[in-house]
């Protein structure tokens, strides 16, 4: 067995990226649709959960969050994602409604970052999404409010969840709670970006420009 450590000098770790390359010609139109083709390329390429993303958000004062949620619809009206209206990230967009997606796909070497503003879909598309996620899910939904707020230890979080098993035994619907729902970001700016060696990466941005898109090439 060997007892060598890892080097602390981070200055000498690197991937130069040779898998593929991104040329305006090979851009759809649209970036949505562009989107489309490289989301179904990330899930044949088994990337593990390809529509997970870091949303990034910022409130009044500019203090920045990032966290990861999971992208669960990708349409012309925008994309959406679902969560505690009560979280860090709900006040922010509450009080900021402007965001910033990032989805990485090291298995492809390939990102897109996707900016614009965010409103809360229709009660009833969140019911309708709450209903159709796993039983434990809707349950864990309850059981986590207020999101992101202190609890003593994990045996008070595990007793909520059971007291509210109880409440909701198998076969009796779960409710969608009030504090619980979606939000969709509303594009203005897309940016597809492919790996290069030596960093010299490919990258194009589209820009909403009335009902269409301008692409410019960016420098990597």
């Known amino acids: 067995m060997s007892d060598s450590k890892p080097s602390s000098d981070l200055t000498q770790l690197r991937v130069s990226y040779t898998k593929g390359e991104l040329r305006r010609a090979d851009l759809a139109a649209s970036p949505l649709e562009q ?3 490289w989301f179904a390329e990330a899930q044949q390429s088994r990337v593990i959960e390809p529509y997970a993303l ?57 990102q897109v970052r996707v900016f614009g503003s965010v409103q809360r879909v229709s009660e009833e598309e969140s019911a309708t999404y709450f209903h159709k996620r796993p039983r434990e899910s809707q349950l864990a939904a309850h059981a986590s409010d207020p999101q992101s707020a202190p609890i003593a230890n994990r045996d008070a979080l595990e007793a909520k969840l059971s007291a509210l098993e109880a409440q909701y035994p198998e076969g009796q619907t779960v409710p969608k709670p009030d504090f619980w ?31 269409s898109w301008s692409v410019e090439r960016l420098m990597p």
């Open 35 to 37: 989107f489309q083709v």
């Open 54 to 110: 870091s949303l990034a958000t910022a409130n009044p004062a500019g203090r920045p969050s990032v966290r990861t949620v999971l992208l669960r619809g990708a349409e012309e009206r925008g994309l959406s994602f679902y969560t505690n209206y009560d979280s860090h990230k709900g006040h922010d967009l509450d009080e900021n409604p402007q965001a910033e997606l990032l989805f990485f796909w090291p298995d492809l070497e390939r």
């Open 181 to 211: 729902g979606g939000y969709r970001l509303l594009p203005s700016e897309w940016e597809f970006w492919q790996g290069r060696a030596n960093r010299m990466h490919d990258r194009f941005v589209y820009r909403r420009a009335g009902e």
